[in-house]
């Protein structure tokens, strides 16, 4: 869950090295190291904490000489935070520098039979094993080098490597972790994420699992496990590096909750044809659903509350059993799934760990998959049946915003055109309408909260907060929890309001913050009578609903708005002003927004 880059050509690597790492920063910000070679010799130079360190002790690269190198930016899983578990590792002979994404699970073994053979270890962290293997099996031929060295390796791995003996040359090697080939003009590269490549090349190369890339100034090899070339097709990526930059906004996650209303919208204006819900890039048909005896949705973090929102109107239009799984407890779990079940997988980036791990199992029981993902070529959009993107464009920001808006939106798009393949539906104008309007609606639910920055005042020294809803407005309760935990720090649980009784009341006490989420007229009694409970108690309610609810005002002590819209598609709304608070929040708090502590985008390990 690591950033790497990796850069050769004619100008100054260190430079365009540390300029890749900030772009990879929000995969993990604990250290962050570049490896430049020049004149037959390997210069390094890391550091413990931000890029920004690393720039200040380099001279933002202008120090470091060398026209190819290899970056890191880390997350750590094995060793602590330090400068000496940073990467680039070096061999013990100076002639090797890796960098590494991922975890060598047979690590241990490794280093003890490296150990017994007089290599020296440095570092605490896996990685380290890998160039030492490498310098134990270089020969004078590298690809032969990284052929031996993979075979001994299990587990998950982006590798880049630079040798002394090779001048001009970076190695790239992937494993089940992303890992991209930017195609230049006398020039190329490597990153984990094309965020890092934009603003030099928008040509790129996907590497699957298995293979290596050998990349000179004027040359890109690919290569399978037996070390024979590849013919890889280049692809263009069609959003320009002013979407991956802040655009004056002071965080990318607000530029992101920004964006919703646009990123919803490309989402779904494309696939509306003739008052019909339409996705060219889905093959199915009436006999593909007819034997689907239900649906399983797996996911981790937001993308698996997605899930949870989605599942309300696919059962609602579709009439068929939905079960939402944890992917880390799915893998694991030995699941009740069949050739009569459809797995629908769920991950901005397609390349959650856990989330390909439950896909293969899922697979490998006969189960149909559909992936909803974000990131073009990425392992589960390569791995399903069929695969639905987004097109929510880059994503920054640690904590996702457009990412989950998006992916609720297919899900409902998913529900309306099943339902339409198995006859459902009568007429299904109404929803179609209700979707094409969900843009819209997002705006106003942006425009209609400026109270949300005094609320955020009034609420961000509590020590919890609580937030209660039923159906949908559970579902969307737990994702506003889970972003006002993630980048304010504040104790945030979500519960069914109909569970207070049960036992979560013994919680609440005097001024004691509860956010409501009132936004489906059809339970909305019920959900007044939990406010009535917890303020009874001496709770201060901040409900969520929509304008001109007048039952709400009598009970609540602030309020924010949507506007009306179909409760059966109201989750993309409902969760704006609950990001917009959790921003604001962490805002006064002073946290690193975009960065939360201990926390990175894409989980790429176990």
């Avoid at 204006?269 to 890039?281: C, H, L, Q, S, T």
């Avoid at 915003?401 to 939106?409: D, N, P």
């Avoid at 929040?585 to 946290?591: D, F, W």
């Amino acid at each position: 869950m690591c950033g790497i880059v990796g850069f050769t050509g004619v100008q100054q690597a260190a430079p365009i090295l540390l300029e890749g790492l900030k772009k990879l920063e929000y995969r993990g910000y604990d250290s962050a190291g570049i490896a430049v070679m020049s004149d037959r010799s390997i210069s390094v130079n890391k550091c413990k904490g931000r890029i920004a360190r690393l720039c200040e002790k380099t001279g933002d690269g202008t120090d470091v000489k060398g026209t190819t190198g290899i970056g890191h930016t880390r997350w750590a899983t094995h060793g602590a935070p330090t400068e000496e578990n940073a990467h680039p590792h070096l061999s013990n002979d100076g002639r090797f520098a890796i960098v590494h994404n991922g975890i060598i699970e047979n690590y241990l073994s490794l280093r003890e039979e490296l150990t017994a053979d007089g290599y020296r270890f440095e570092s605490e962290t896996d990685t380290e094993v890998i160039v030492h293997l490498i310098e134990m099996y270089y020969r004078g031929d590298m690809r032969d080098a990284l052929i031996r060295t993979t075979n001994r390796l299990s587990g998950s791995y982006a590798l880049g490597v630079i040798c002394t003996e090779e001048p001009g040359k970076i190695y790239a090697v992937r494993e089940a972790s992303p890992l991209i080939i930017g195609v230049g003009a006398g020039e190329n590269y490597f990153a984990s994420d094309v965020t890092a490549l934009v603003s030099h090349t928008r040509n790129v190369i996907y590497l699957e699992d298995g293979e290596f890339a050998e990349l000179s100034t004027d040359s890109i090899g690919v290569f399978d496990v037996l070390g024979h070339e590849i013919n890889k097709k280049i692809t263009r990526v069609m959003w320009d590096v002013q979407a991956a930059e802040k655009g004056g906004y002071e965080h990318f996650m607000l530029k992101e909750i920004i964006e919703q209303p646009a990123a919803v919208k490309a989402t779904i204006a494309p696939r509306i044809r003739d008052g019909k819900v339409f996705f060219e890039e889905l093959d199915m048909s009436y006999d593909d659903l007819r034997d689907i005896r239900k649906i399983v949705i797996t996911a981790c973090g937001s993308a698996y509350y997605a899930g949870c929102s989605g599942r309300y109107a696919l059962e609602r239009l579709c009439r068929i059993p939905v079960e939402i799984e944890l992917a880390s407890e799915l893998r694991y779990n030995n699941p009740l799934i069949d050739e009569h079940t459809l797995l629908i997988v769920i991950s901005q980036s397609g390349e959650t760990a856990d989330t390909i791990a439950a896909m293969r199992e899922c697979k490998a029981r006969g189960a149909s998959t559909l992936a909803i993902v974000n990131v073009v070529g990425s392992t589960i959009a390569k791995l399903a049946d069929h695969t639905i993107y987004t097109w929510a464009g880059p994503e920054i920001a640690v904590a996702t915003t457009k990412g989950y808006t998006t992916q609720v939106a297919v899900l409902y798009m998913l529900s309306v055109y099943f339902s339409d393949l198995l006859g459902i539906t009568e007429d299904e104008k109404p929803y179609v309408r209700a979707l094409q309007e969900l843009p819209r609606a997002i705006q106003q639910a942006i425009d209609m909260n400026p109270s949300v920055r005094p609320l955020a005042k009034k609420y961000h020294r509590s020590s919890a907060l609580f937030f209660i809803g039923r159906n949908t407005d559970y579902a969307v309760a737990l994702e506003g929890a889970l972003k006002m935990k993630e980048i304010s720090y504040l104790h945030a649980e979500a519960y069914a309001a109909g569970e207070l009784k049960h036992g979560t009341i013994a919680l609440i006490d005097e001024h004691q913050p509860v956010i409501a989420l009132c936004c489906n007229p059809a339970i909305m009694e019920k959900t007044l009578s939990n406010i009535v409970e917890v303020k009874s108690r001496g709770a201060e309610v901040l409900a969520l609903t929509f304008r001109n609810n007048h039952k709400i005002l009598s009970v609540a002590d602030d309020l924010l708005f949507i506007p009306d819209i179909d409760p059966v598609f109201s989750a993309v709304v409902e969760i704006v002003p609950l990001q917009l608070l959790a921003y604001y929040v962490a805002k006064e708090n002073g946290c690193d927004i975009d960065k939360p502590k201990n926390l990175a985008k894409s989980v790429t390990v176990e």
